[in-house]
Nanobody
Framework: QVHLVESGGGVVQAGGSLRLSCAAS????????MDWYRQAPGKERELVAT???????NYADSVKGRFTISRDNAKNTVYLQMNSLKPEDTAVYYC?????????WGQGTQVTVSS
């Protein structure tokens, strides 16, 4: 079992910044992929960012240049730095890891961006 706990969400004005944290219950060093997803009301959950064990990253086009995913293996934590936030970024953000054959999700943290 891997428990993931997100934190750092809140309410910010457009153009502001937030840093989300995902704390894992055990070492993340061996995880090949860790991800951030988000889901807005009435919409499908979408992949926002991925970081690999090699530290290579991928981003959704909608957040590229504004969001940065990173990890601190010593702290068993993955981060999502979100800058230049837009109202369209409003969603519940979820941390995710695949440990074959299981998927593990955090409880989610709400991000609300006001106009």
């Amino acid at each position: 079992q891997v428990h993931l706990v997100e934190s750092g969400g809140g309410v910010v004005q457009a153009g502001g910044s937030l840093r989300l944290s995902c704390a894992a219950s055990r070492s993340i060093f061996s995880f090949n992929y860790m991800d951030w997803y988000r889901q807005a009301p009435g919409k499908e959950r979408e992949l926002v960012a991925t970081i690999r064990r090699s530290d290579s990253t991928n981003y959704a086009d909608s957040v590229k240049g504004r969001f940065t995913i990173s990890r601190d293996n010593a702290k068993n934590t993955v981060y999502l730095q979100m800058n230049s936030l837009k109202p369209e970024d409003t969603a519940v953000y979820y941390c995710h890891v695949r440990v074959y054959p299981s998927d593990y999700w955090g409880q989610g943290t709400q991000v609300t961006v006001s106009s």
